[in-house]
Nanobody
Framework: QVRLVEFGGGLVESGGSLTLRCSASGSLSSPNTLGWHRQGTGTQRDYVAAINSDGDSHYSRSARGRFTISRDNARNQIYLQMNSLRPEDTGVYYC??????????????WGQGTQVTVSS
């Protein structure tokens, strides 16, 4: 069982920045991948970025160049630094986990999510 808890959501103006943090605990495998997905109102949950325990990362087309995912393996935490935020980045951001180093397979575990709202 893996527990994921997200921190750092909030309200920010368009063009602003925000950093999310996810803390993972429980029976984490080695290797593993932690990541972020976003779900807007009435939309599906979309992939944002992922990073594995080797430090390899991958981004969605929308996130590349504006967001940076990083990881602290000692603390089992990941971060998502989001810059140049746009109203379309608004949504609930979910931390995700799966027990391989594959960056793009569907996660097996999810956090409860944290709301990010970008005002225009």
């Amino acid at each position: 069982q893996v527990r994921l808890v997200e921190f750092g959501g909030g309200l920010v103006e368009s063009g602003g920045s925000l950093t999310l943090r996810c803390s993972a605990s429980g029976s984490l495998s080695s290797p593993n991948t932690l990541g972020w997905h976003r779900q807007g109102t009435g939309t599906q949950r979309d992939y944002v970025a992922a990073i594995n325990s080797d430090g390899d990362s991958h981004y969605s087309r929308s996130a590349r160049g504006r967001f940076t995912i990083s990881r602290d393996n000692a603390r089992n935490q990941i971060y998502l630094q989001m810059n140049s935020l746009r109203p379309e980045d608004t949504g609930v951001y979910y931390c995700s986990y799966h027990a391989t180093d594959d960056l793009i397979i569907r996660p097996s575990d999810w956090g409860q999510g944290t709301q990010v709202t970008v005002s225009s």
